[in-house]
């Protein structure tokens, strides 16, 4: 089983931009589905994006037009491209790939 480990997390003005990086242990060739999701203080764990092993992508309605999932089988990554982000958008980020969850990275949006 993989292992998943979040990077890119940290602190955006509203309007600004953040990468998330997901790096697995092991290749990801295997996973179908990968995703990001997203948990703020109160609030339930809910999907930001996901995206297939072809390359087919769904993304959350609050998202949509702002944040891009890409995948990297070769380097056994998925990315979570963060634009115009919002005071909404901080949350705790967690990487899922099959069963396995990372452990999270801190999004915090403010002015």
């Known amino acids: 089983q993989v292992q998943l480990v979040e990077s890119g997390g940290g602190l955006a003005q509203p309007g600004g931009s953040l990468r998330l990086s997901c790096v697995a242990s092991?290749?990801?060739?295997?996973?179908?589905?990968m995703g990001w999701f997203r948990q703020a203080p109160g609030k339930v764990r809910g999907l930001v994006a996901s995206?297939?092993?072809?390359?087919?992508?769904n993304y959350a309605d609050a998202v949509k037009g702002r944040f891009t999932i890409s995948r990297d089988n070769a380097k056994n990554t998925i990315y979570l491209q963060m634009n115009s982000l919002k005071p909404e958008d901080t949350a705790v980020y967690y990487c899922?790939?099959?069963?396995?969850w990372g452990q999270g990275t801190q999004v915090t949006v403010s002015s």
């Open positions: 899922w790939g099959g069963t396995t």
């Open positions: 092991g290749t990801i060739v295997g996973i179908n589905t």
């Open positions: 995206i297939t092993r072809g390359g087919t992508t």
